[in-house]
C-alpha cells in the first residue's frame, strides 16, 4: 500500500503532473488501488501517521465486531428469512466501493431494495434519476421494499457490515465508503486525503444529519474531511454514542 501511495505522490511532483492531472482518474481491477490524480495546484496530502491510535483502534474493531457477531448471530438469521420469504430474491446485497489508499472492496448489506434495482433507467422518472446523479441517494425512494423501509430506518440493513469490520475492509467508525464515479465528482483533489483514513459503517456526516446534509451545499464534504483532521479514540467514542442515539430515536436513513 505504501509503494501505491509513494507512485501517487510521485506523479504530482513529475513535470507531466499538470497533464495527468486533466485525465479522469485509473480505474482498477477488483482488490487493486484507485489511483486519485490531485490537482497540480494542490501539494499532495500527506497522511498523519498515527500508529498507536490505528493499532488500538484495529484491536477495538476485531474484538467488538467478533463479539456481535457471536451475539447478535440469531438477529442476523430472523433478517435473512424475512427478506428470503419476501421476494425469494438475494438476502445480501454487495456493492463495489474504494477503500483506504484507493483500493477497491465490496461491502456487505441486507438487500432492502427490489431485484434489479441497479437498473436505474427503468426504475426511475426523469426527476428522480436527476437528483440520484447530484446526491447519490433518493427521498422516497421507489426501488425499496416494505422490509426495505424498516431496515433502513434503524439502520439493520447495515449489521452484514460487521462481518467487512472483523476480516478489515472498514472500520466501525470512518467516512462512507464511496462509490468510484462518487468520489470523483464530489471530493475531487481531496479524494486522496479521504481515502488515507479506513472507510467505516458509521462516521462524522452519519450522526450529523445524514440524510439531511447533501453533497449539493458541500456540508457533506465538509463533515467527512473533519473526520480526517481529528479522528482520536475519544472523537470516535463521541460518534459511537451519538449513533447509538440515533438509532434509539430512529433518525435513520432514508
Known amino acids: ?11 504530482v511532483t513529475s513535470p507531466r503532473s499538470e497533464k495527468l492531472s486533466q485525465r479522469r482518474p485509473v480505474k482498477a481491477a477488483r482488490g487493486k488501488p484507485y489511483v486519485v490524480m490531485p490537482s497540480a495546484a494542490k501539494a499532495p496530502y ?8 490505528r493499532f488500538v483502534k484495529r484491536v477495538c474493531d476485531i474484538i467488538s465486531s467478533g ?16 427478506i428470503k420469504l419476501g421476494d425469494g430474491g438475494k438476502v445480501i446485497y454487495k456493492q463495489p466501493r474504494i477503500g483506504k489508499g484507493g483500493k477497491h472492496i465490496y461491502i456487505s448489506k441486507f438487500r432492502s431494495m427490489k431485484p434489479n434495482a441497479d437498473k436505474l433507467e427503468d426504475m426511475l422518472t426523469p426527476e428522480q434519476l436527476e437528483q440520484y446523479r447530484r446526491e447519490f441517494k433518493l427521498d422516497n425512494d421507489p426501488r425499496i421494499t416494505k422490509i426495505g ?3 433502513r430506518k434503524t439502520s439493520l ?3 452484514p457490515q460487521v462481518w467487512d469490520v472483523f476480516v478489515g475492509r472498514l ?24 481515502l488515507s483514513v479506513k472507510p467505516g459503517i458509521i462516521g462524522w456526516w ?7 446534509v447533501t453533497y449539493e451545499s458541500g456540508e457533506r464534504q465538509r463533515l467527512e474531511l473533519y473526520y480526517v483532521d481529528h479522528c482520536s479514540l475519544m ?13 434509539v430515536k430512529r433518525d435513520g436513513a432514508k
Open 1 to 11: 500500500m505504501q509503494k501505491n501511495y509513494e507512485r501517487e505522490v510521485q506523479s
Open 46 to 53: 500527506v497522511p498523519k501517521k498515527r500508529y498507536a491510535y
Open 67 to 82: 463479539l456481535f457477531l457471536i451475539v447478535f448471530s440469531w438477529l442476523f438469521i430472523i433478517i435473512s428469512l424475512i
Open 149 to 151: 423501509k424498516f431496515l
Open 157 to 159: 440493513d447495515e449489521l
Open 171 to 194: 472500520s466501525v467508525v470512518g467516512p462512507r465508503p464511496l462509490l468510484e464515479d462518487e468520489l470523483r465528482e464530489k471530493y475531487g483533489s481531496d479524494a486522496q486525503k479521504l
Open 206 to 212: 452519519a450522526v450529523n444529519g445524514r440524510s439531511n
Open 235 to 247: 472523537f470516535d467514542a463521541k460518534i459511537l454514542f451519538k449513533a447509538i442515539v440515533s438509532v
